[in-house]
């Protein structure tokens, strides 16, 4: 009989057949907090922006109010924080 590894959880949420939450986009709102910004928080995450944002949309319409919250770009460049939810 072999010895048995450390047991690991993986929690994920649905909502209407797609994930709300789980530790993918944990980790994402995480990044979008410490980064303020979806590219940057995606490119530390080693994921491409539209994934990035993919995950985010999916994020904002599964919750009654969005959890990430953002600025358009501009000269000055837009951004992304996390809303009460969010946090």
Known sequence: MTEAGPLKIKL???????IAMGPGKADLLEAIGRFGSISAAG?????SYRRAWLLVDTMNRCWR???VETSPG???????RLSEQGE
Request: hydrophobic letters at 25%; charged letters at 15%; glycine letters at 22%.
């Open 43 to 47: 490119r530390a995450l080693g994921m």
């Open 74 to 80: 501009s000269t000055h460049g837009g951004g992304a």
């Open 65 to 67: 109010s969005p959890l």
């Open 12 to 18: 994920q949420l649905y909502c209407d057949g797609e």
